[in-house]
């Protein structure tokens, strides 16, 4: 579950959840043995996250740092606090949201993340990026265990068999995100951005060509589904 609009607005309709919206999809993931949230600091959503902490004692959560902190100091006590604050003991999944973090950051943050998780406090170490060139940049760096991409029927560069033989190549295990393009796949309103309205439009060549007999959402989320090489889509 993506959980950038559990507190602020988000996508093309620029919408967040309330509160009791925020409470069916937890339930009904929590039914369906979906039971993974994918929260980030620029969401800026623990403390939303926070008031369905009874809920979320069933979920594994990741998180993504994107605001690289000034020193180690810093850094730990962000990461002990917002764990506290989810009354959580380890994160799933604890992402670089990009290659710039590293860059910006204290000079051992890598080091830290490693040394955090070999006392458990979190599982693996990710990175989300959107290019497939930021990944081999980051091979000489480490190797994470998962990358973040962006996937769907606009995006599928690293679905690309030659890109998927380097990232299985290094072990690495993918998560499917951008499903939706932040809604615009999924609206029928057309924007008055160019740019989203020349998206808009392409997409709307592609469902006209559905041969499928899929609806708009199936056939958004159906292709990826099947997709072996995706581990697992927010």
């Known amino acids: 579950i993506g959980g950038a609009n559990f507190k602020n607005k988000y996508g093309i309709n620029n919408k967040h959840l309330n509160q009791k919206k925020l409470n069916n999809i ?27 902490s ?20 810093h850094f ?31 000079k051992n943050l890598l080091k830290d993340i490693f ?20 990944l081999k940049k980051i091979l000489k760096i480490f190797t994470p265990n998962y990358i973040q991409v962006p996937v769907n029927l606009l ?14 190549k290094n072990k690495i295990k993918i998560i499917g995100r951008s499903l939706f393009l932040q809604g615009l796949l999924l609206t029928k309103k057309e924007p008055t951005n160019l ?10 060549n592609i469902f006209e060509k559905n041969k499928y007999n ?14 072996k090489n995706i581990d697992k889509l927010i």
Not at 56 to 70: G, H, Q, Y
Not at 218 to 224: D, G, S, T, W
């Open 26 to 52: 937890l339930n009904y993931a929590l039914k369906n043995n979906i039971l993974q949230i994918d929260n980030a600091e620029a969401y800026d959503s623990i403390e939303e996250i926070n008031k369905f």
């Open 54 to 73: 009874d809920v979320l004692k069933s979920f594994r959560i990741d998180n993504k740092i994107s605001n690289p902190k000034e020193n180690q100091h």
């Open 76 to 106: 730990f006590n962000y990461f002990y606090q917002n764990l506290e604050k989810i009354n959580c003991k380890q994160y799933n999944i604890f992402y670089i949201h990009h290659i710039d973090v590293l860059r910006k950051s204290y």
């Open 115 to 134: 040394f955090l998780r070999d006392r458990g406090f979190i599982n693996h170490i990710g990175v989300s990026i959107y290019e497939i060139n930021e």
């Open 155 to 168: 995006d599928s560069e690293f679905l690309i068999t030659k890109n998927l033989s380097f990232i299985k």
């Open 195 to 204: 740019k989203l309205k020349n998206i808009f439009n392409h997409k709307n």
């Open 214 to 227: 899929l609806n708009t959402l199936e056939l958004c989320v159906v292709p990826f589904l099947k997709n």
